[in-house]
């Protein structure tokens, strides 16, 4: 499976956190991988749900505690945000957005 590269531009200490979905809504559930977002880095995620579902997606941000936080990319052809949501496990998400848009993925 190929997998793209996104590239944001992100102030203090962003990290990124991804399950696999049915793991998500476990209490005890241990991200796969977590992985530190420098001011201006990159964060490669893949283009397709895996076989055994879908990646779900966590951010957090030092500044920002658990509240939503969406992620502005350092790049005119790609766009990605990511939207935190508490309740809803399910609910987080990846979308392609274009760069004037910052409203959460998740209601």
């Not at 559930?29 to 992985?35: E, F, L, R, V």
Request: charged share 20%.
């Amino acid at each position: 499976m190929e997998w793209k590269t996104y590239f944001f531009k992100v102030t203090g200490s962003t990290y990124l956190h991804y399950f696999r979905q049915n793991e998500a809504m476990a209490l005890d559930a241990k991200p796969k991988d977590q992985i530190f977002i420098k001011r201006i880095s990159s964060v490669e995620i893949p283009p397709e749900a895996p076989k055994n579902g879908n990646f779900v997606f966590e951010v957090h941000h030092s500044a920002g505690g658990s509240s939503p936080w969406i992620l502005s990319a350092d790049s005119e052809q790609e766009y990605i945000v990511f939207s935190f949501m508490k309740e809803l496990a399910n609910c987080f998400a990846c979308n392609k957005v274009k760069p004037s848009s910052f409203a959460p993925i998740c209601p």
